[in-house]
């Protein structure tokens, strides 16, 4: 009975021993709010590793591709720290975007640690409306797309091009500083056909909006 403690006792601190061999976050979820305009956002995870085991990070993978995660080195001595660096591509997306960046190490305790980057990112433009359309038929008059700029943005200038020769479009300054109107004229209104109009500007984004001819409208519509 009393061999059978004795190895019961070893296993036990054997098993608390290794459970203990895993890193320490200082944060697993990082909050970032990118200035309107912004190409990425950048978020450290910082880890510690406060055992007296070595760690070997065996891998590290992102939710999607707008998200790559780096580190310097994979094998973690004791006592070392570190860091998990995940850039955020933003392109044209706006609100809250959530990424995941997923860590694999040979610790028995946490074998899969999953990092949240959290980025709320502004309207650096905003365009108003995104979509304008005729019906079939329809007198083939303008309608105007305004386009201002964001929080903390300036504008300085916009330009426009369409994917279609069927829309004809021009660009005028708005009333307010800062603001745009676009002029959307359709060559006729006799069939259906839709575009897709580029919108760029000094800032490095390309914005979009769409305009149509729709179908003839429906008997008794």
Known sequence: MKLTGKL???????????AQAQLTWEKKEIDLNPKAGDAEAVAHFKYENKTDKPINIKNVRTSCGCTAAALKKND???????????????GNRTGVQQKTVT????????????LILKATIAESVQIQPTFVFWENGEAPTPKKIVVSAGKDVTLTNVDVTSS??????????????GEFVITVTPTDTKKMVSA????????????????????P?????
């Open 8 to 18: 019961f006792l070893g296993a036990l601190l054997i098993g608390i021993s290794s």
């Open 76 to 90: 973690v001595a004791p006592g070392e720290s570190g860091e998990v660096t995940a850039t955020f591509k933003i």
């Open 103 to 114: 860590v694999e190490t040979d610790s028995a305790e946490e074998p899969i640690t999953n």
């Open 164 to 177: 279609s020769p069927e829309f004809q479009t021009k660009v005028d300054k708005g009333d307010k500083a």
């Open 196 to 215: 897709t109009l580029s919108i760029k500007s000094n800032i490095p984004q390309i914005f979009y909006a769409t305009a149509r001819v729709t179908g």
């Open 217 to 221: 409208a429906a008997a008794g519509g």
